[in-house]
């Protein structure tokens, strides 16, 4: 690119956009790359204080910021996403779906650490809805060398650095346990809260089963939401550690393989996670889910409703972010909570 006093520049063409502000009003490109500058064009531009212009010069090895911004965007876009019309070099990424947003965190910061180049997402596994944004590519100065990019490139390899896992519907059985509730002596506020929270996916109910504190009834009311054809069975009450605390047993006992019984988080740690034949996640959940806005409870939720198979390392990762401030006014998922 070439700069030139602005009134010489009738006939050449702008190598960026010239954004006009106006507080409270408009911040817009008033004229974009690519325009062909006239006569008239010049008191505006002048106005805008552009005394000098840069003129487009296509140089060998040499990259526009569109056409740098365009690479990255090719190196993070997936499945479910769209682009943004391209704007001052910088492009972003949009949901396309409801889903967990997936970051490959390692290459994003190795891809970030070259000069002159940047990617900000959001955090990784960050729950997200249909139009909202993901990311946003851009590169710093308004030329760049492609070598830089050709780098950017190589981090990346074959696989795109972004995922977007969509929701799959599932049908999930409730079964609640405790003397207290089965014999009448309480009413139940567990099962509310549950179906609550389930309702903000696409579920299917399959009801709520009662059991006593008798470990083979709990094993059995498991079991028929399993013949039922349960994707999901979340058991309440009886997963802390006193002797009458029966649930994580009768879990164990349908044949379930237990990833975690615990998980460093606040509010929740007696949090039990296991799948049974596999892939059907059966879950116990601590008390405090009944009572606390936000638990563990809403961060693993989300990455079963995609399908994500969670380890125990999935877990144990958690712990970098998972205390809960119990903010008198919440606005999770907008907050630390979760966020490594």
Same mark, same amino acid.
């Given at each position: 690119m070439k700069l030139i006093d602005t009134?010489?520049?009738?006939?050449?063409?702008?190598?960026?956009?010239?954004?006009?502000?106006?507080? %409270?009003?408009?911040?817009? *490109?008033?004229?974009?790359?690519?325009?062909?500058?006239?006569?008239?064009?010049?008191?505006?531009?002048?106005?805008?204080?552009?005394?000098?212009?840069?003129?487009?010069?296509?140089?060998? %090895?040499?990259?526009?910021?569109?056409?740098?911004?365009?690479?990255? =965007?090719?190196?993070?876009?997936?499945? =479910?996403?769209?682009?943004?019309?391209?704007?001052?070099?910088?492009?972003?990424?949009?949901?396309?779906?409801?889903?967990?947003?997936?970051?490959?965190?390692?290459?994003?910061?190795?891809?970030?650490?070259?000069?002159?180049?940047?990617?900000?997402?959001?955090?990784?596994?960050?729950?997200?809805? *249909? %139009?909202?944004?993901?990311?946003?590519?851009?590169?710093?100065?308004?030329?760049?060398?492609?070598?830089?990019?050709? +780098? +950017?490139?190589?981090?990346?390899?074959?696989?795109?650095?972004?995922?977007?896992?969509?929701?799959?519907?599932?049908?999930?059985?409730?079964v609640t346990t405790g003397n207290e509730v089965y014999y009448g002596r309480i009413k139940d506020t567990f099962g509310p809260v549950i179906m609550q929270k389930l309702s903000e996916y696409d579920v299917t109910l399959l009801g709520q089963k009662l059991s006593d504190d008798n470990p083979e009834n709990i094993t059995a009311r498991i079991r028929e939401f399993l013949d039922e054809g349960a994707d999901m069975v979340v058991c309440t009450g009886g997963m802390s550690v006193d002797p009458d605390d029966k649930t994580p047993a009768a879990i164990k006992a349908t044949g379930a393989e237990i990833v975690s019984y615990g998980a460093p988080v606040l509010p929740g740690a007696m949090f039990l996670l296991s799948y049974y034949n596999g892939n059907i996640p059966i879950l116990g959940l601590p008390g405090c889910v009944m009572y606390a806005k936000r638990t563990i409870f809403d961060l693993v939720l989300p990455r079963i409703m995609a399908d994500e198979r969670l380890s125990k390392k999935d877990l144990a990762v958690l712990g970098h972010g998972g205390l809960c401030l119990n903010c008198e006014v919440c606005h999770y998922p907008y907050c630390s909570f979760g966020k490594a």
């Open positions: 009134k010489d520049a009738v006939g050449h063409i702008l190598c960026h956009d010239i954004t006009q502000i106006v507080k %409270g009003v408009t911040k817009q *490109a008033r004229f974009r790359k690519g325009h062909v500058v006239t006569e008239e064009d010049i008191p505006v531009l002048l106005s805008l204080g552009k005394d000098h212009l840069y003129i487009w010069e296509k140089q060998e %090895g040499m990259l526009h910021e569109n056409e740098a911004a365009q690479i990255l =965007y090719d190196i993070c876009r997936n499945d =479910y996403m769209k682009p943004s019309e391209v704007k001052e070099g910088k492009i972003e990424l949009i949901a396309e779906c409801d889903g967990v947003f997936k970051v490959d965190v390692a290459r994003l910061d190795e891809i970030n650490s070259l000069d002159e180049i940047m990617i900000a997402t959001r955090h990784n596994n960050f729950p997200v809805k *249909a %139009g909202d944004k993901l990311a946003g590519t851009r590169v710093i100065p308004l030329v760049i060398d492609e070598k830089k990019l050709h +780098a +950017a490139q190589k981090i990346a390899g074959d696989k795109p650095l972004l995922s977007l896992l969509p929701y799959r519907h599932k049908k999930v059985g409730i």
